[in-house]
Nanobody, 119 residues
Framework: QVQLVESGGGLVQPGGSLRLSCAAS????????MGWYRQASGKQRELVAT???????NYADSVKGRFTISRGGAKNTLYLQMNSLKPEDTAVYYC?????????????WGQGTQVTVSS
């Protein structure tokens, strides 16, 4: 069974940085697509960034230029470097991954890691 575990969340001041990590287990295959979504309190889950095995990336407009998504050297690891953090970035961040090379949908999800941006 595929499992995704996020880490790296925490409390940071506005303007600060955090690096989120996502480690996968339970599969010998490489994910076709991986990504980060977030959900703020009282709001719907929203896309932060996704990356395909081709290297193609996609970012939400709200994080472009501040966040960078990348995959690690170890198979099926995922990172999100978050710089110039703002209070509105406060949310639970979820790692997602999928094997579908047609839809690139994210079918497997982690439990999330809390990111709080506050002074």
């Amino acid at each position: 069974q595929v499992q995704l575990v996020e880490s790296g969340g925490g409390l940071v001041q506005p303007g600060g940085s955090l690096r989120l990590s996502c480690a996968a287990s339970g599969t010998i295959f490489s994910f076709v697509a991986m990504g980060w979504y977030r959900q703020a309190s009282g709001k719907q889950r929203e896309l932060v960034a996704t990356i395909r095995n081709s290297g193609w990336t996609n970012y939400a407009d709200s994080v472009k230029g501040r966040f960078t998504i990348s995959r690690g050297g170890a198979k099926n690891t995922l990172y999100l470097q978050m710089n110039s953090l703002k209070p509105e970035d406060t949310a639970v961040y979820y790692c997602g991954a999928g094997f579908n090379s047609v839809t690139y949908s994210l079918e497997h999800w982690g439990q999330g890691t809390q990111v709080t941006v506050s002074s």
